[in-house]
């Protein structure tokens, strides 16, 4: 799932360095549903994501801010 200002060009297949580069402001990448990767520029919404998956009660969570 990816998340774009209206006008962008949309980027089929993403990876981080293109999720850099590009103008997606947001990306969740789930893998069997139990492995979730989440890229997102905006500090505030990390923080934000990161408490409310603590407060549901995940255990492995955890951000990294560039």
Same mark, same amino acid.
């Given at each position: !799932?990816?998340?774009?200002?209206?006008?962008?060009?949309? $980027? +089929? #297949?993403?990876?981080?360095?293109?999720? +850099? @580069? %590009? =103008?997606?402001?947001?990306? !969740? /990448? @789930? @893998?069997? %549903? #139990?492995?979730?990767?989440?890229?997102? &520029?905006? %500090?505030? $919404? /990390? =923080? &934000? $994501?990161?408490?409310? @998956? &603590? %407060?549901?009660?995940? &255990?492995?969570?955890?951000?990294?801010?560039?």
């Amino acid at each position: !799932m990816q998340a774009y200002p209206e006008d962008s060009i949309f $980027l +089929s #297949r993403i990876q981080y360095e293109d999720f +850099s @580069a %590009s =103008e997606c402001q947001i990306i !969740m /990448i @789930a @893998a069997d %549903s #139990r492995y979730v990767d989440i890229y997102c &520029k905006v %500090s505030s $919404l /990390i =923080e &934000k $994501l990161y408490d409310n @998956a &603590k %407060s549901k009660g995940h &255990k492995y969570v955890g951000y990294t801010i560039n």
